[in-house]
């Protein structure tokens, strides 16, 4: 009678090998779906950030109001204001400034948005015929934005859009600001608003806003 054999050493090697190799696999293949999911998360992440920003400047263009501020140098400044020659990209008064607590406040709100380091800020003032003293609250609403600009529509009657349905841009400014030597001069709102927002990861993003009418 042959004694019980065991397992040569050439069998358990290459059984562990075929271990290793199935570990191998398997890690690569959890490795590849764990990236996966965490890039999936982030994208999701970022457009909700993307969308929440283009929600806040949204909500402050559509509920503008033509309600003239005094800024904090005591100059008459008009309710829309903005473009490359202005203080910011854009500046606004707008309605509907919920007041929860009740504090002796008005419900009008003056915000303005500007780029910086990267950053789109939303500036939001207490008052709105401030001095000096007046410091606005900054919120971040999105990051990584390489551009943000603003162009405007003077009327609407200047709108004009060809057969293929892409607007015809030679009549909206880049500039909405009084000219020089007449800083106290108040402009009507204009007509219409385009934002230009330049991501690093999702190139270039434009909003169409039609303006309140005030007449």
Not at 25 to 33: N, V, W
Not at 92 to 119: C, F, I, K, M
């Amino acid at each position: 009678m042959r004694a019980p054999r065991g397992f040569t050493l050439i069998e358990v090697l290459i059984a562990m090998a075929i271990t290793a190799f199935v570990s191998v696999l398997s890690y690569q293949a959890l490795s590849t779906a764990l990236t996966g999911i965490e890039s999936v998360r982030a994208e999701s992440e970022r457009l909700h950030e993307i969308n929440r920003a283009f929600n806040v400047l949204s909500r402050d263009i559509r509920q503008m109001t033509n309600r003239p501020v005094r800024d904090e140098f005591g100059q008459l400044a008009s309710a829309v204001l903005g473009g490359p020659l202005a203080r910011d990209p854009l500046r606004l008064t707008r309605a509907g400034w919920h007041n929860s607590t009740g504090a002796p406040r008005s419900t009008l709100q003056r915000v303005a948005y500007r780029l910086e380091d990267d950053r789109l800020l939303r500036l939001s003032y207490p008052v709105l015929d401030r001095t000096t003293a007046i410091e606005p609250t900054e919120t971040v609403l999105v990051d990584r934005v390489e551009r943000f600009e603003v162009r405007f529509l003077p009327t609407i009657k200047s709108l004009e859009v060809d057969r293929n349905q892409t607007i015809d841009r030679r009549f909206w400014q880049e500039n909405w600001i009084s000219e020089v030597g007449f800083t106290d001069k108040i402009m009507e709102p204009p007509a219409a608003l385009e934002v230009r927002l330049s991501l690093e990861d999702w190139g270039e993003l434009e909003r169409l806003y039609v303006m309140p009418s005030f007449k």
